[in-house]
């Protein structure tokens, strides 16, 4: 404003910083600047906005700009998926996830664990098979949240399943899941 160039990393460093500290009064100053600079129309930035409105718990404006990032991808998607289900709105994120044109195992991870920890372990469930269905490869963060729906449920078989394939995939000495493990049991 005052002569200041400021560019995109400065812009993306500030979006950071407000959305860590959940300061959305700043976050939409920010975003009034990137507006005026012209930089309003770049995915990058758009990206970063939806994720500091969603920390900010402000689900009306990251959505707003969800809507009009251009060109979105899977990231896009995923970050809008996480905001609504941070801030308790699952079925909106569920109603999200499956609008996606493609999904990847980070959009599968957000779904099973908002939803393992909110309580709906059996939908954890069914997500986790319709991931399996669909071909995309469990990970650590997917193993995780699928102990943490065997303990909600008292599922020891499939607990013990789940514990099987951590083994099968060399993920047994990892402490978070070790932990997950123990928790379970």
């Not at 195992?105 to 908002?114: E, P």
């Not at 699928?146 to 078989?157: K, M, N, R």
Request: glycine content about 8%; hydrophobic content about 45%.
């Amino acid at each position: 404003q005052n002569g200041i160039q400021v560019d995109q990393a400065t812009y993306a460093s500030l979006l950071r910083r407000c959305g860590d500290a959940k300061d959305l009064v700043h976050g939409r100053l920010v975003h009034a600047c990137i507006i005026r600079s012209g930089c309003y129309r770049k995915r990058f930035l758009g990206n970063l906005l939806v994720q500091m409105y969603g920390n900010c718990g402000s689900l009306e404006d990251a959505r707003a700009v969800f809507d009009h990032i251009p060109r979105r991808n899977v990231y896009s998607w995923n970050l809008m998926i996480a905001a609504y289900a941070q801030n308790g709105r699952l079925r909106d994120a569920r109603s999200m996830f499956e609008k996606m044109p493609e999904r990847d195992v980070v959009s599968w991870n957000t779904m099973i664990v908002a939803c393992a920890q909110s309580g709906y372990a059996k939908e954890a469930f069914e997500l986790f098979r319709q991931m399996e269905m669909e071909g995309a490869k469990p990970s650590k963060i997917t193993f995780i949240g699928i102990l943490d729906a065997c303990a909600t449920l008292v599922a020891l078989a499939e607990g013990q399943k789940i514990h099987a394939r951590i083994v099968d995939n060399g993920l047994e000495s990892d402490v978070v899941v070790r932990t997950a493990l123990v928790n379970m049991y």
